[in-house]
């Protein structure tokens, strides 16, 4: 019976249907319960939350994801299955206090300086708080010290930031200089990404990972938190 | 519906290659293929940050005398650096010329507006100010009322500026394609005197078949009122479009563009 309903989240999470209301792939899925309603159910039949999101949220956005490097999936679809998942998480998150359940870290993520285009970080951060981490938003053209300031109140585990312009870039690596200079540089692991960005300049800046694309964003950010973890 | 080549843009990674090694043959090619395809401007893009000012400088200069040699096409020098664009101005010969762009940063239009405005020049005018990209109509008109009332004051003809009502990707949000729209024809009832003028594929970011949604988009935009097209003129399928949807609004008399083109070597295709 778990099994049913965490197999059905997971499939609505892969139709991005968010309520019962909204349309499935298939004729006949608007009035089937979407995500919210069957998380109710499932927390209705006492099913532990962390199994939901492991076994239900996170599953379905796996899928979400190999279906979108494969190009079977496109931007919309992926937004859709991130929103369906936000919406999973503000139902779920009074019933993990106090569990067990080790909350995932806190990012933050801001376009740099003399950079306005925001759309790829605004992706990431939709995916990011589908996979279950906490997402402030500082905006676009960021003062490096205004960054610098929000990591030392907020102390993220992560700092996301990007760039779309080649003359935008290199302010990036002004704040991984600056986080040095502040003395918080050990205290939060920076992943960088933009369309001139690549793995060799997140090298060459001393970031610690680079996303190619929302959900290479988000596999980053997963990878360094399973190893800070063990 | 004026167009504006865009392939010549250093932010294609093989055109920047091209423009490092200073390759003629290529520029040339590209220069001629635009040119022969229907384009009415080449717009040029040396890149930002990639050098030194210097470096930036000295291929603008390069950039410029090369295309100029091949055609006689006007161009369009696309930089926000008023360095640069004074140095394209002073090396381009032609008469007729656009820079692009400016928005309604007071620091960019107080610095390329009397460039502009010194040469003659057309204009194009981002709407939008220091706060990016704005998702409402409104403010993006706002942004073009400060354009306007700032280069007029500097002796421009409204005629001159060519207003980017902007476009953001539809499939982050599905409203986005009548904000643009709607931007447009908004800028033709206020200022009628003024042209608007938009680049085709930040619309289809993000979906498949880009192509054809960049045509579609672009034939909507024609009917509310756009004058003027960034694109990719090598492209026959959308310079089709581009003449047919001059024909269907009433800017071909007796079809006789779209007759012609459809026997000449433009050939519509179908």
Known sequence: ????????????????????DDEGFEEGM????????????ALAQNINAQDIINNGLTKGMEIVGEKFEAKQYF?????????????????LEPHLAGTAAKAKGKIIV?????????????????LLRGAGYTVKDLGNDIDTSTIVEAVREE??????????????????AD??????????????KIIIGGAPVSEEFAKSIGADGYGADGFGAVRVVESLFNADAT | MLIIGECINASNRTVAEAIARRDREFIEGMTKAQAEAGADFIDVNVGAGQGTQGQEIEAIEWVVKTVQAVTDKPLAIDSDVPGIIEVALRTYGGETVMINSVNAEPERLESIGPLAAKRKALLVALAMG??????????????????????TGMGMAAEQVYFDPLVLPISVDSKQGLVTLKTIEQIKARYPAAKTIMGLSNISFGLPSRKSVNRAF?????YVGLDAAILDPRDDKTMSVVRISDMLIGKDALCKGYIKDDMNALKIAE
């Open chain 2, 218 to 222: 672009l034939l909507m935009a024609a």
């Open chain 2, 130 to 151: 220091s706060e990016g990209i704005p998702d409402t109509v409104e403010r993006r008109l706002e942004a073009c009322e400060k354009i306007l009332t700032s280069l």
């Open chain 1, 155 to 172: 102390k993220p585990q992560f700092l996301g930031l990007s760039a779309l312009l080649i003359s935008t870039m290199a302010n990036m």
């Open chain 1, 175 to 188: 704040v991984v200089q600056a986080l040095k200079d502040a003395g918080l540089r050990d205290k939060v």
């Open chain 1, 75 to 91: 931007i919309p679809d992926m937004l859709a299955s991130a929103q369906a998942v936000g919406a999973a998480m503000d139902i």
């Open chain 1, 1 to 20: 019976m778990a099994e049913d309903i965490l197999k059905l989240i997971q499939e609505n999470v892969i139709q991005g249907r968010i309520t019962k």
């Open chain 1, 30 to 41: 608007s009035g089937q319960p979407g995500v919210t309603e069957l998380i109710e159910m």
């Open chain 1, 110 to 126: 801001a376009t740099v300086k003399g950079d306005l285009h925001d759309i790829g970080k605004n992706i990431v951060s939709i």
